[in-house]
């Protein structure tokens, strides 16, 4: 019982482990969608064939 309840407290802390580490992550993520409107995008050449409007 004792080696039981200690392996569960062992898989508990690797679990808690995990979460933080998640928590950092998605810190880190938020992080970089807050600074995505901050960076401006250049503009981008238009592609494709252009029609010309003849009269």
Not at 3 to 24: A, G, M, P, W
Not at 31 to 41: G, K, N, S, T, V
Request: zero cysteines; charged letters at 45%.
């Amino acid at each position: 019982m004792v080696l039981s309840n200690t392996e569960i407290r062992l898989e508990v802390e690797k679990i808690k482990k995990k979460v933080d580490n998640q928590d950092k992550n998605i810190e880190v993520i938020f992080r970089y969608f807050d600074e995505l409107p901050e960076q401006r995008a250049q503009p981008r050449k238009e592609i494709g064939y252009k029609i010309s409007k003849k009269k």
